[in-house]
């Protein structure tokens, strides 16, 4: 009779949980503060860690093109291949 009652946690997950709390919120000039103050802690990229990644993205973007130039043409290929054997 114990086993019937049982009940897991997942069934009751968040049901009596309250509503979180709402943010108060500011002004104009606090939000930019805020900002302001969150860009600070971002670790930006060295001009050499740019420069880096704008010539591997340039590689990659030149393979990728290669690759769809092989494919399009060789498809291409096989497609008129198979209209003039068809006619």
């Known amino acids: 009779m114990a086993d019937a009652k049982k009940t897991t ?3 009751n997950a968040g049901k009596d949980l309250p509503a979180p709390p709402r943010a108060p ?9 805020d900002v302001r103050r969150e860009a600070t ?11 880096l990644t704008t010539v591997m993205v340039f590689i990659m973007v030149g ?4 690759f769809f ?3 399009d043409s060789s498809l291409g290929v096989i ?3 198979v209209l003039s054997s068809a006619g």
């Open 69 to 71: 130039l092989v494919v």
């Open 9 to 11: 946690t997942a069934d």
């Open 41 to 51: 802690k971002v670790t930006w990229p060295s001009w050499k860690e740019t420069w």
């Open 79 to 81: 497609v008129r291949w």
């Open 25 to 33: 919120r500011g002004n104009a000039l606090t939000f930019f503060r």
């Open 63 to 66: 393979v990728t093109m290669m």
